[in-house]
Every structure is written in C-alpha cells, then in structure tokens.
C-alpha cells in the first residue's frame, strides 16, 4: 500500500529523448510526445505520492522542453549534472522508461537500484527482457482505449523496494562484461 511517512531517498528519473513530430527512432515506434509527456507526469506524481524525493534529469537534446512539460510539478528538482556525479553524491535509486539511452548503459553496471518501466517502445528480446528483470525492478505498462499509457502505482512501489535487492546480480554483470 501506499507510504504515509516521508522517505529520505532520492529518485532520479532518466527521461528519454521528445520526438517533435517524428514517431520513431531507428527502427523502434514510440509514443508521440503529447501521450509521453502525460505519462512523465503521471509517473512523477506516483513518485511523489510514495513519498520519495524526486530529482529529473532530461534528456540533453530536450532540457527546455522538458522544463515547459513539466514546470508547474513543484515537488520535482531539475538536475543537470553528470549522471556519474549524481550516482555518488545524490542518488539513492535510478528509474528509466527507456533502455536504449546512454546513461542507461553507463549505469547498468554500478551498484545502486533501478527500475526499468517499459513503454512497449522497443522490442526487447525475451533473453535480454529475462537479464534485465534480474537487474532492474520493472514494471510493465498498458495503453487503454484513449491511447494514455497506464502504470500502476502500487506495481511500481513493489518493484523500487525489489530492485534494491537486484544490485549484485553477478550473472548480470557477467552478461554485460
């Protein structure tokens, strides 16, 4: 259920990239930046309720963007350091919708939870899906009728506490050496 007290941890939340007027990249169909951007918020507001102190990190290419998407959310700190920096100094958790990002990668390795929340955006094999699940808390997401991604809060709030015990998953580690 959901947490009453305040939680001392700090999430980071690790954006994907806006589209514009595109729908896809490479060879992956995403979701328009209008059902995207109601999901961030809706996603950020879930963190919030769990009582978690939430930094954001947007996606270098859309910084300006980002901040007009989600300006009036005034429990959200913008942070534009380096993710490296973040991890040793701030961070207590990581939360990415998107594997195929660099800081995704730079940071499967280290030693500190993720979660994975997978919007249907790209086609993750079962093997790599199964090694993922292993590493990351990870939530799976829905689109209903109205084509609005669906996230249920109390899945994501059982896979944050998950993927602290997910952090030293040697066969991981020995799968992404």
Do not use: W
Request: glycine content about 2%; proline content about 3%; charged content about 25%.
């Amino acid at each position: 259920m959901l947490m009453k007290k305040k939680n001392s941890k700090k999430i980071l939340y690790i954006s994907r990239t806006y589209l514009g007027s595109y729908f896809s990249a490479h060879y992956d169909i995403l979701h328009p930046d209008p059902i995207y951007i109601k999901h961030q918020r809706q996603l950020l507001k879930y963190i919030h309720q769990l009582n978690y102190e939430i930094l954001i990190k947007p996606h270098p290419n859309n910084i300006e963007e980002t901040k007009k998407n989600l300006y009036n959310l005034n429990f959200l700190t913008f942070s534009f350091d380096n993710i490296k920096y973040l991890i040793k100094k701030k961070i207590d958790i990581l939360i990415f919708d998107s594997i195929k990002t660099s800081a995704f990668y730079d940071v499967i390795g280290d030693n500190l939870p993720i979660v994975f929340i997978d919007l249907n955006e790209h086609k993750i094999r079962d093997k790599a899906k199964t090694f993922v699940k292993q590493r990351c808390g990870y939530v799976g997401t829905k689109v209903d009728k109205k084509n609005n991604i669906v996230l249920n809060i109390e899945v994501l709030s059982r896979q944050i506490k998950k993927s602290h015990l997910l952090i030293n998953n040697k066969k991981f580690i020995q799968y992404i050496s």
